[in-house]
């Protein structure tokens, strides 16, 4: 032993105790995904579905007025 009295082991070698328990443990961890960003609604958006529910009202009022022009 010329290394200072310690015994030589290959590296990688698995040590396996004849005595006692083996025990072992796994731990579960949560995998995290990137988070999914939702559009927002966008001005011009907005503006667009404004213009068209005023033209849908619009139509609507001429449809109602023309009928009971038609009625009378």
Do not use: F, W
């Not at 698995?14 to 966008?42: A, R």
């Not at 907005?46 to 849908?56: G, I, N, R, V």
């Not at 609507?60 to 009971?68: E, G, P």
């Amino acid at each position: 032993m010329a290394d200072g009295g310690r015994p030589r082991s290959p590296q990688g070698q698995e040590y396996i105790p004849n005595k006692g328990l083996i025990h072992e443990e796994e731990i579960e961890q949560l995998v995290l995904c990137k988070p999914k960003l939702m559009p927002l609604k966008s001005v011009t958006l907005e503006k667009l579905e404004k213009m068209q529910k005023e033209a849908e009202n619009k139509l609507k009022d001429q449809c109602n007025n023309n009928s009971t022009v038609v009625d009378s």
